[in-house]
């Protein structure tokens, strides 16, 4: 996402709201209509913690090479969003070990934030519902 | 005269529970009301997540992490207060519970720690032993300061 004005699609996971670039974003499909490669569990990935649930849905986000499909667990929304309410990551906390993947917040109101997201960016998991395949 | 001047260093103490701590004043930047902190996936013990200040995510800093006698903080908590500091890598959040006006002590008051744990160095303020805390070293012995800081 670059800066300025944009578009978010968010995920409210049970674990965490995070969202995407909504440019990105080529088709949301039930998790039952997917037949393709294992869903990427992008909030298990980020650190958020494995959580069965079957009322999910996959995102498929437009990578350079692919479509990546990822897990969406949660309601979903598209967002708009200007430059000025998303923040960057600290350089400490990034220093001391926060993912890649994590590009930055967008504070909702006090003590609720939405995580933006670089998909292509997870490391694999080290359980999650892809591994449960 | 300014060489007694020069012999004295300004601090702040910073309580959680029973238990309190001094850092740098010079270090303060602002000291903020209750302020909840926001755990971020991946993240650290010692820098466990953010806060939001003027819009922008600060870095929390856990003093649970770096001194044994103080609780941890915990996902969700808030504390009375959170004080802005200064540091070679930005700005960090250090929620706490009372903060105490700034004091200035000799620096010979500064020892080596006997009474208290977690750092090398104490003060006593107001008959009450606590460590001194300096947020730099804290950064370099985790190896976060960047090369030639401090």
């Known amino acids: ?133 | 005269m300014g060489a007694a001047r020069s012999a004295q260093i300004e601090l702040l103490p910073l309580g959680i529970g029973p238990i309190w701590a001094a850092i740098h004043a010079e270090c303060a930047v602002e000291i903020l009301g209750r302020t909840p902190w926001i755990p971020v996936p991946s993240a650290s013990e010692l820098i466990p997540g953010v806060i939001a200040h003027r819009g922008r995510a600060v870095a929390v800093l856990d003093l649970g992490v770096v001194l044994p006698d103080l609780p941890r903080l915990t996902a969700r908590s808030t504390r009375e207060r959170v004080v802005i500091a200064r540091t070679s890598l930005g700005l960090v959040a250090l929620p706490v519970e009372k903060v105490h006006e700034v004091v200035s002590v000799p620096s010979a008051e500064v020892r080596e720690a006997t009474l208290t744990r977690g750092s090398p160095f104490e003060v006593t303020i107001d008959d009450k032993a606590m460590p001194l805390v300096d947020l730099e070293t804290i950064l370099e012995q985790r190896g976060l300061a960047r090369p030639g800081a401090g």
Do not use: Y
């Open chain 1, 1 to 133: 996402m670059t800066r300025g004005e944009g578009w978010m699609m968010t995920v409210a996971d049970p674990a965490f709201r995070w969202g995407v670039d909504a440019s990105r974003v080529e088709r949301v499909i039930g998790r039952a209509e997917w037949s393709g490669a294992m869903p990427v569990d992008g909030a298990a990935r980020l650190g958020g913690g494995v959580i069965r649930d079957e009322a999910t849905r996959v995102m498929l986000f437009a990578t350079e090479t692919e479509a990546l499909p990822l897990l969406a667990r949660g309601e979903i929304a598209l967002e708009r969003v200007d430059g000025e309410a998303r923040s960057p990551v600290p350089e400490l906390l990034r220093r001391a070990g926060c993912s890649d993947a994590l590009l930055g917040f967008v504070f909702r109101g006090p003590g609720e934030v939405t995580f933006l997201v670089a998909p292509e960016l997870l490391t694999p998991p080290v359980t999650s519902e892809e591994s449960h395949a």
